[in-house]
């Protein structure tokens, strides 16, 4: 009699067992082996490559729709295509909620959308980041409208904890219709190639309205939302690499918005000298340079993620760390467009320093900019709109933030990127710098226009009036002089005089206003 309890119980435990080894195994092996096919791992084996081994904690697993008709009532696999819960990656706490392909095609129905929902609260409630592995291929058509509430719910929770806490896409297959707004309300979105799409509407819908024939990957794949859109930040080739990357964006973000980012312990001195960037960068402000190496020779250890490298070249921004402590870095790339602002690369460095700004991480500005770029096209296109787009993003930033000015800052380009006018803590300057209104050639042609026509000789006259418009407006310490820079450094000084006053800016505070928000250009 003692005995008939706990053997009853056994069997009920052994019924669990069963039943929870068939939903981990899912749709089974041909399934699997399909996945595989088409150059993509299965949900689990993802789940394995973002978290620490073992430490996966599946809630819902059991889920099961409820919805009939279609042929539904048939099909009611557990998990309904969609695996969430928790982990640790790196030893910290990370929610994630990863789209079963395998299971109804990752689409979303009720129950789906609810474990999402489920997962999104849990995580903006524990102040942990968020991590969406995504692989589906919209709402589920025979569940209708349901389905599409389903997405509004996603939709209100990313904005909600936008700033709050990390939200991370990572896209691994078909992101299609409604479904795609989502990885554009997160922070970060991956992508991997050759198998990541995200559009609204797909190359069947493109051709039966305007008669245009494309395929999946022109119309929405990685490489075109890494360099065309700016929708993707980071593009891999294979699954393991870009999970392993996202792995090392986490390492780089606190866990919420209350605390400040993980420090690393480096090896790299903080005094450490840098001689070779006085080599790296030419003295005639219209040499070209790569402005990553000016970077790798600051930072520790030379590691720069960079966000949308391959997007808005023009401008650099990426996360590093000095002396164990991260920092955000926005600088000019001479290598393209001659390190002009232009409307794509406002925008681009307007989102990352807003991002910066929202989870306590200082800004580091380099500055080698010659103005905004001229032209019918960038106006038309709305570079007003974009420039004011950073100039806020900068104005409105509370966290610590450093300018260095390389070599030239001219015009309105200078004070967007992060000048002491519009808040900038420090302002550091090279020897070489040159901030003026516009290059020397260009004022003289405006401020001595009709001396230099009158002149006997006018290209004698005009390049005197050239050097002495250098001589007088746009020597190294001009700028210092007028308190417009805090001190004019030695080049290979940088990282050293950058890590003491990171040091000294540590514990920043700023009361902002109250208001309900503020109303930023678009």
Known sequence: MVDKPHSYLGSRVAELHSVKATAVAGPGP???????????????????????????????????????????????????????????????????????????????????????????????????????LGDGAGARIQEGV???????????????????????????????????????????????????????????????????????????????????????????????????????????????????????????????????????????????????????????????LEVHASWARNIVCGLARLDGHVVGIVANQPRMLAGALDGLASAKAARFVQTCDAFSIPLVTLVDVPGFLPGTAQEHSGIIRHGAQLLYAYCSATVPRIQVILRKAYGGAYIVMDSRSIGADLSFAWPSNEIAVMGAESAANVVFRREIAAAPDPEVARRQRIKQYEQELMHPYYAAERGLVDDVIDPAETRAVLIGALETLRAKRVQLPGRKHGNPPT
């Not at 697993?61 to 969430?84: M, N, S």
């Not at 709050?164 to 078909?174: A, T």
């Not at 119309?219 to 870009?242: I, K, M, N, R, Y």
């Open 146 to 304: 349901t389905a599409l509430a389903g997405y509004g719910g996603i939709f209100r929770r990313n904005v909600q904890a936008s700033g709050v806490i990390p939200q991370i896409s990572v896209m691994l297959g078909p992101c299609a219709g409604g479904a795609a707004y989502s990885p554009a309300l997160t922070d970060f979105v991956f992508a991997v190639r050759n198998v990541a799409q995200l559009y609204l509407t797909g190359p069947d819908v493109v051709q039966a309205v305007t008669g245009e024939t494309v395929t999946h990957e022109q119309l929405g794949g990685a490489e075109v939302h890494a360099s065309v859109t700016g929708t993707v930040s980071f593009v891999h080739d294979t699954e393991a690499e870009c999970l392993a990357e996202v792995r090392h964006l986490l390492s780089l973000l606190p866990s919420n918005n209350r605390e400040l980012p993980p420090v690393q312990p480096t090896g790299d001195p903080p005094d450490r000298r840098c001689p070779r960037l006085l080599d790296l960068v030419p003295a005639d402000p219209r040499g070209s340079y790569d402005m990553r190496e000016v970077i790798g020779e600051i930072v520790d250890d030379g590691d720069l």
């Open 30 to 132: 041909r399934a699997s082996a399909q996945q595989h096919a088409k150059g993509k791992l299965t949900v689990r084996e993802r789940l394995d490559l973002l978290f620490d081994e073992g430490t996966f904690r599946e809630i819902e697993q059991l889920r099961r729709h409820r919805a009939a008709g279609f042929g539904l009532e048939d099909r009611r696999p557990h998990t309904d295509g969609v695996v969430t819960g928790w982990g640790k990656v790196d030893g910290r706490t990370v929610f994630a909620y990863a789209h079963d392909f395998r299971i109804f095609g990752g689409s979303l129905g009720e129950a789906h959308a609810e474990k999402i929902h489920k997962i999104m609260d849990m995580a903006e409630s524990a102040g942990a980041p968020l991590v969406c």
